[in-house]
């Protein structure tokens, strides 16, 4: 089979690289290589950014009405929708999720993210100061500039669109670099947009890698005005030392170690569903997963053997089989990653109950108890279908395990009482804290981390207030 080719877009045109250099994408599935993709490097930035540029400062999109710009993100939603199956499909070639999510769960989330945001500013007003007979004081959001949109590949399109919708509903342009895992979908949409009535210039893709490549060179550009990244706390700390010069905002959803903790109190069968499902699905790639879990002691048994059970009857399989439930992992190395985790965990005396590495780059939804908290399978990101158990005998215990760790994205708390559950959730330092429930959300409410989780939130107002400048005017009316 020949590999397809997948360019970067540039003010409304595919275009492969200056040096023409490219990377392959491989299917985890089937680990070959289904798509060769243009790579950038600095050549290709400089031309994305003086696009983006151009349709900032001289193109129609800052200009136009908040519902003129509204009805080409709803039009873009619109054909996100139609082309569904097309882009659910890019994903799961790419990085390996279950075809059945990336169709029913991301494309129509994806949709939902450029609706919201469409909708939320065109809803937003400003404010103004009364009080003062000779002046007239308001207040104005007006569009930043040209924003950095740097993604990673554990929802591609998803990610893509969280960034974006905002973005542009409030009038910036964009240079989105995805992940190298996951550039298919990103450049499709972009394709889309233009269709939908996007000007050119506006939504430009460029791929590559990170350090030494797009990322990096994105990132520095000194006509960038903003940084919106989702990725590794590691790689945070590296754009933001490039932030620094020109001192340009940043926003930054980085990695997590989530607990669940699950109360003797709680209804032990739906909080063992709700704790592996968070563990567990989209093969445990997930920023918000719930990898430690806490269980109080009188039911720690009862629960650990339910969660082995559970952990077992997952269905591995080829991400296109829609009964498959846990698809391979992204990449060689990733699978390396964690199979190494898994290793040293037993090294360190850990028990495994089950899981573990499977033929290609498949891991078996794994369990393990008696593990050090402070091991590296407990303390580190692991982003893999692995868990560990413990158990807690008091609240404070169990707060205390909680929040030990530098992370702070998402706790879960299980308990049938209702003091303890708005109790306990005030006090985990968590920017996402779900009780008796995981990933319900609403995109008015802040989402991101405390700690090393993230800086910044966005959702509803506080996207607007990162991809906008706020301008205060005062009229002398005397
Ligand atoms: P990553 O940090 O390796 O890469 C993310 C993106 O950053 C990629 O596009 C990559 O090319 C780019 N990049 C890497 N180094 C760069 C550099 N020096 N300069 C500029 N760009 C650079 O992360 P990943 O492996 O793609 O994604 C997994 C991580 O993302 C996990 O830690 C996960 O927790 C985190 N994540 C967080 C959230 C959240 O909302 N908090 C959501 C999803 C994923």
New binding site residues.
């Given amino acids: 089979m020949t590999a397809e080719a997948i360019t970067h877009f540039i003010d409304g045109a595919a275009i492969a690289s200056a040096d023409g250099s490219t990377m392959p994408s491989i299917d985890p599935a089937s680990r070959t290589v289904w798509a060769e993709v243009s790579r950038g490097g600095a050549q290709d930035v400089d031309h994305a950014v003086a696009a983006a540029r151009a349709a900032f400062d001289r193109g129609p999109w800052p200009r136009m009405t908040q519902a003129g710009r509204s009805a080409v993100l709803h039009r873009l939603a619109d054909l996100v929708l139609a082309h569904g199956d097309e882009l659910a499909l890019l994903d799961t070639r790419d990085m390996g999720r279950p075809l059945s999510l990336t169709r029913a769960n991301d494309v129509v989330r994806s949709a939902a993210n450029l609706r919201f945001f469409a909708d939320d500013a065109t809803a937003a007003a400003d404010e103004a100061f009364p009080g003062h007979p000779a002046h007239h004081i308001y207040t104005r959001h007006e569009p930043a500039g040209v924003v950095a949109a740097?993604?990673?590949?554990?929802?591609p399109l998803m990610?893509a669109t969280w960034k974006i919708a905002p973005a542009l509903a409030h009038g910036n342009t964009v240079v989105l670099?995805?992940?190298?895992?996951s550039p298919a979908s990103a450049v499709r949409l972009a394709e889309l947009a233009l269709l939908a009535g996007m000007p050119a210039g506006v939504l430009n893709v460029v791929h590559?890698?990170?350090?030494g490549?797009a990322?990096?060179a994105?990132?520095a550009h000194r006509d960038v005005d903003l940084i919106t990244?989702?990725?590794?706390?590691?790689?945070?700390e590296?754009?933001m030392r490039?932030a620094a010069a020109g001192v340009r905002g940043v926003s930054f959803?980085?990695?997590?170690k989530g607990a669940s903790v699950i109360f003797a109190d709680a209804d032990i069968d739906r909080a063992v569903a709700v704790a592996a499902d968070a563990a567990f699905s989209n093969a445990g790639?997930?920023?918000?997963a719930g990898s430690r879990v806490l269980v109080q002691r009188p039911v720690y048994e009862q629960v650990v053997e339910a969660l082995a059970k559970t952990a077992a009857g997952l269905r591995l399989g080829d991400p296109r089989d829609p009964a498959t439930q846990v698809g391979p992992l992204s990449s060689a190395e990733?699978h390396a990653k964690v199979t190494g985790h898994l290793r040293r965990a037993a090294q360190d005396g850990a028990t495994l109950l089950g899981g573990g590495a499977h033929d290609g780059w498949w891991v078996a939804p794994t369990v393990i108890v008696d593990a050090d908290p402070g091991s590296a399978v407990c303390r580190d990101?692991v982003?893999g279908p692995v868990l560990t158990v413990h158990p807690f005998d008091t609240e404070e215990e169990a707060v205390h395990a909680a929040n030990a760790t530098p992370y702070g994205?998402s706790a879960m708390v299980f308990t049938d009482h209702l003091a303890r559950a708005h109790r306990v959730a005030g006090q985990l330092r968590a920017g996402n804290v779900w009780v008796n429930c995981f990933w319900v959300r609403d995109l008015r409410s802040p989402?991101?981390?405390f700690g090393r989780?993230?800086i910044g939130r966005e959702g509803g107002r506080h996207s607007r207030d990162f991809f906008t400048e706020a301008k205060t005017v005062v009229i002398d009316v005397s």
Avoid: D, M, Y
Avoid at 285 to 288: D, H, R, S
């Fill in positions: 740097v993604s990673p590949w554990n929802f990610q670099k995805p992940a190298e895992q590559g890698t990170g350090p490549g990322g990096a994105l990132v990244f989702t990725g590794e706390t590691r790689t945070g590296s754009i490039a959803e980085l990695g997590g790639q997930i920023c918000l990733h990101e982003f994205l989402f991101g981390g989780s993230g």
